[in-house]
C-alpha cells in the first residue's frame, strides 16, 4: 500500500478527462471486442483516453494497462 501511495502523490494534482459520447463509444467497442479479456468500461475509456494524449505510462497495478501496452511508473 505504501508503494501505491507514492506513486500516486505526482497525479494527486491531475485533470481529469469528461467522457462525451464519442469517449464512450469507443470504450464500449473495445469491452465488447475484449469481452473474454474481462475489461471494465473504466479500464477501456481510460486506454482510449490515454492513447490519444499520448500518455504511455499508467500509474496502476492493473494488467490490462500492461497488456495495452502501457509501461508502469517505477
Keep these: 500500500m505504501d508503494r501505491a ?10 485533470r481529469t478527462h469528461p ?3 464519442e ?3 469507443a470504450g ?3 469491452v465488447l ?6 475489461l471494465s468500461l473504466t479500464d477501456c475509456v481510460s486506454f482510449e483516453v490515454m492513447r490519444r494524449r499520448g ?9 490490462h494497462f ?8 517505477e
Excluded: N
Excluded at 471486442?33 to 474481462?38: C, L, N, P
Design 23 to 25: 469517449l464512450h463509444q
Design 55 to 63: 500518455i504511455r505510462q499508467a500509474p496502476a497495478f492493473d494488467r
Design 33 to 38: 471486442t475484449a469481452a473474454r479479456r474481462r
Design 5 to 14: 501511495i507514492a506513486l500516486s502523490e505526482p497525479y494527486l494534482g491531475s
Design 19 to 21: 467522457t462525451d459520447e
Design 28 to 30: 464500449m467497442a473495445a
Design 66 to 73: 500492461r497488456e495495452q501496452g502501457f509501461a508502469d511508473v
